[in-house]
């Protein structure tokens, strides 16, 4: 039988990763901790890589970091890969089990698409007020979620109600990023890849229920909508911790979100 | 009525338009420059063929007449239509190519006081107008506008309404593996603004006050032919995109965005004849639908040109479609300017 691990969580945790609900939904996996926890759960705000390090260095089994902002993962990557501890972030759209890579015909889809590109399109939404940066850092991490390249990223507007971003795709489509903040819509992100004979749509919701993302692919044969999960990236964060801590394999979060902090970092450098 | 130009546009859209409105709008002259075509077309409807526009403007059965021609004749034949003194002037978009031929249009319709229509077919559309009665007092918070189109090649569609005559054979595909020089990627910019994007740009405007204050931010070329283009108008980000692909499945949205309410409308393509858009306002804490209607815009303008020609309906302000005109001539002319600044940074660099 499965021995629960024991959770704690800081209130800033809870309050953007619901953990509480998760972990009442994981019953067999967690459990919350009374005393000294099994795994932690971290917000990802400013400092969160530090703070994830401490909690590796503190003997943890696991840590989980909510929605974290851009930084450079480096020294906590090898400081849980010396203790060995599992780090999974929970990211708001990138994180959504539909993009896990056990879907494999969504990434075939995906991938197909992408191979056969004319123009990607990407429109992330957030409630307003949120910061710009950050609704960037999770919409270019939802795009490279989608197994998306970007090339020569360059931000041409940005303002409190949202940015532009302009690039292109390695075969030399054309790509924008949108930010758009509004009340009137929940978070949601979508990545549309047009082809030279249809399209394929990726739509992530918001992670604070167990709302469905939509895949859906047009090709000249017809068209396909791949099975709904009912799963928040949330939820999905934890499971997978679990599988890490049980198989003793390290997921490739923090891998992948150097990537993503550096895809920041030259937007940054850029000119506006 | 009297059409000049019987292409597809005439074939496919209009015609078919007009064949829903028997009891308000008659067909009594088709002119073409090709007489084959001219001939077929006006058989269609029992009307009287000509291939000079001199000869429709002077057929007195001809009380309204409808541009429908190649763009660049389009500012000559509605001043002429002014002048020959018919009750109302349907212009298919542009009605104009410049500023100039705008304002010559605008001084013979305040001269004559024939009332014009632009052909903006989806500020006709009854979803569009259904919208716009609700919406309240959303324009005054949009921050942000989207116009997305996504477009098989029109024969598709063409071949779903009519049988067209006379269609001309398409241009071949351009070689994807060589990149289109300068001057290519120019005409295809204001080419996509001027024949798809101005479309939804009289939408746009209703949400840009600022609209003499366009910044072309960026513009690129989507291959076989479309666009992506972002500006800003004032404090409003305007972001464009078009494909015309190879695709079953069309999509045409239109979106305005404020902090609390937006407005997003679906819709639906041309030439098809499947009723109106749909449109959907929404708040957090609500969503109204609006549509889909049983007519689309095009059926819509006809019906607004018969109750100008009547006298129960009012024309446009000349003052709107020539704003409507400039606004969209600026863009194409800031979108070719954004390639000609990118090609000198890419010789300066290179140099």
């Not at chain 1, 990236?233 to 997921?251: K, Q, T």
């Not at chain 2, 000869?55 to 004749?73: G, K, N, R, W, Y």
């Not at chain 2, 239509?81 to 100039?100: D, H, I, Q, S, T």
């Not at chain 2, 972002?230 to 902090?259: H, Q, Y």
Request: hydrophobic residues 45%.
């Amino acid at each position: 039988m499965t021995t629960p691990l024991l959770v704690q969580a800081g209130p800033d945790a809870e309050q953007t990763g619901a953990v509480g609900a998760v972990v009442a939904s994981l019953p067999v996996s967690f459990a919350p901790a009374g005393g000294g926890p099994d795994v932690v759960a971290l917000a990802g705000t400013a400092g969160w890589t530090a703070s994830a390090t401490a909690a590796v260095r503190s003997g943890v089994r696991g840590v989980v970091v909510v929605d974290p902002v851009a930084e450079d993962p480096a020294a906590l990557a090898a400081a849980a890969a010396e203790a060995g501890s599992a780090v999974v972030l929970d990211q708001a759209w990138a994180g959504n089990p539909v993009l896990a890579e056990s879907q494999a015909a969504v990434r075939n889809a995906i991938s197909d698409a992408l191979a056969d590109a004319v123009l990607l399109d990407s429109v992330a939404w957030g409630a307003p007020g949120t910061d710009p940066e950050t609704l960037l850092t999770r919409h270019l991490g939802a795009v490279l979620a989608c197994g998306v390249e970007l090339e020569g990223l360059r931000v041409i507007q940005r303002n409190a109600n949202g940015y532009t971003v302009i690039g292109s795709l390695p075969g030399g489509a054309p790509a924008a990023l949108q930010g758009i903040t509004t009340s009137s819509l929940p978070a949601t992100a979508t990545v549309s890849v047009l082809t030279s004979s249809g399209r394929a749509d990726i739509t992530l919701p918001d992670s604070s229920a167990g709302w469905t993302a939509e895949v859906r692919s047009v090709t000249s044969a017809g068209a396909a909508t791949f099975p709904s999960i009912y799963e928040s990236a949330h939820r999905h964060s934890w499971r997978r911790l679990r599988a890490a801590i049980d198989s003793g394999a390290p997921e490739a979060d923090l891998e992948r979100f150097a990537a993503l902090t550096a895809l920041v970092g030259q937007l940054h450098d850029s000119p506006q | 009525m009297g059409i000049l130009g019987a292409g597809p546009v005439t074939q496919a859209i209009h015609l078919p338009s007009l064949a829903r409105l028997r009891g308000i709008l008659e067909v009594r002259h088709i002119m073409d420059v090709d007489p084959a075509v001219a001939e077929s077309v006006a058989a269609r409807v029992g009307a009287r063929f000509s291939t000079s526009m001199e000869e429709l403007l002077a057929d007195p059965a001809v009380e309204i007449v409808a541009i429908c021609s190649p763009h660049q004749f389009h500012a000559v034949q509605v001043i002429a239509a002014c002048r020959a003194g018919k009750k109302a002037v349907l212009c298919e978009k542009p009605f104009a190519m410049n500023g100039e031929e705008a304002a010559a249009i605008a001084a013979v319709s305040a001269e004559t006081g024939v009332p014009i229509v632009v052909g903006a077919m989806h500020t006709f559309d009854p979803g569009w107008l259904a919208a716009e009665a609700a919406w309240g007092t959303l324009p005054e918070q949009v921050h942000t506008v989207r116009s997305s189109i996504v477009l098989p090649p029109n024969p598709r569609f063409e071949d779903f309404a009519t049988e067209i005559v006379g269609r001309t054979p398409p241009a071949p595909a351009p070689d994807k593996d060589t990149a289109p020089d300068t001057a290519a990627v120019k005409a295809m910019l204001t080419g996509g603004v001027m024949g798809l994007a101005i479309h939804d740009l009289p939408l746009v405007r209703r949400f840009a006050p600022d609209f003499r204050a366009v910044e072309v931010l960026h513009a690129k070329t989507v291959m076989p032919f479309g666009y992506v283009i972002s500006l800003r108008a004032g404090d409003v980000a305007i972001e464009l995109r078009a494909a015309m692909n190879g695709t079953w499945e069309p999509s045409w949205t239109f979106e305005a965005i404020g902090n609390d309410a937006s407005l997003s409308i679906d819709f639906t393509p041309s030439y098809v004849h499947a009723g109106s858009a749909t449109a959907r306002i929404r708040t957090a804490a609500s969503t109204t639908v609006l549509g889909p209607f049983g007519h689309n815009g095009y059926e819509g303008e006809w019906r607004k040109l018969a109750e100008i020609a009547r006298g129960t309906g009012t024309a446009p302000r000349p003052e709107t479609l020539i704003n409507d005109l400039e606004f969209a001539l600026a863009i194409a002319d800031a979108a070719a300017a954004c390639v000609d600044a990118g090609a000198a940074a890419y010789e300066e660099a290179s140099a």
